[in-house]
């Protein structure tokens, strides 16, 4: 089944914003990256994926700053879900 993995970090559009410009990367235990993401579309500076394993196991989900910064002001809330439409059709 899809997985949906979103990093929300600079829309939290509180006191909280973050300096966070965030990657993430999906990997197999070993390090090899399967999946990666650096801006999603309509969420700025936050990424995310929706990733379709090829098969069941044991994944790794790593988040960075784009610019190998860090600190207080990096916060961020990490999201994994079952991919599910955000929207319907009517006709």
């Known amino acids: ?3 949906r993995v ?3 970090a600079r829309r939290f559009g509180t006191p909280l914003t973050s300096r966070l410009d965030s990657q993430v990367d999906v990997m197999t235990p070993d390090g090899k990256v399967v999946a990666s993401n650096d801006d999603l579309v309509g969420a ?3 990424s995310g994926l929706i990733l379709t394993p090829a098969a069941d196991g ?3 989900v790593r988040v960075r700053d784009l610019n190998n910064k860090g600190g207080d002001g990096f916060v961020y809330y990490l999201e994994l879900d079952l ?3 955000d929207f319907t059709l009517k006709c």
Do not use: I, L, M
């Open 44 to 46: 700025g500076k936050d």
């Open 1 to 3: 089944k899809p997985v």
């Open 83 to 85: 991919a599910r439409p």
């Open 58 to 60: 044991d994944f790794v």
């Open 6 to 8: 979103e990093v929300f």
